[in-house]
């Protein structure tokens, strides 16, 4: 396990009963460097969508916690924040939510000469995702094919 993803798991840990005890929902937890900074970002949900509140909630919490473990080592700028709609479907429960609905993909490779779908969730399994296209057809992707998959936000 890199030091990476040791991070998150321990994270992930801490804040489980936090979010558990303010009824939230984690949905992911993500150790990144961008630029010269690390970024250890905790995304939690609610029905109805969580506020600026809610974040300020479990961020002073999960402060308190980080602090107390100490398991980082070197500076991070830490963040509790909502998901955003475009969020990725990355556990289980994203693809439960999301059974259904209209989701768009992206893939590593180009198949058929395009790197970009979108359709109805219809089935997922550990290893693939299938989507009802526009036209009615199936179309079945191995999950190590993309790239990104995400609920289609249409404005």
Excluded: H
């Amino acid at each position: 396990m890199t030091k990476k993803e040791m991070y998150e798991q321990k994270a992930e840990e801490l804040l489980l009963p936090i979010v558990n005890a303010n009824a939230f929902e984690l949905v992911d937890v993500e150790y990144v460097k961008e630029g010269s900074n690390w970024y250890l970002r905790a995304y939690i949900d609610k029905d109805g969508g969580v506020t600026v509140e809610d974040c300020a909630v479990v961020s002073r919490i999960f402060s308190e916690k980080l602090d107390e473990e100490d398991f980082i080592e070197g500076a991070y700028i830490m963040e509790v924040s909502s998901p955003g709609l475009d969020r990725p479907l990355k556990k289980t429960k994203d693809y439960e939510r999301n059974m259904g609905k209209k989701v768009e993909i992206r893939t590593y490779q180009a198949i058929d000469k395009q790197k970009e779908f979108d359709g109805i969730l219809t089935a997922y399994d550990d290893n693939s995702v299938t989507i009802e296209e526009t036209d009615g057809s199936n179309r079945k992707f191995a999950k190590k094919e993309i790239a990104r998959i995400r609920q289609a936000v249409d404005f």
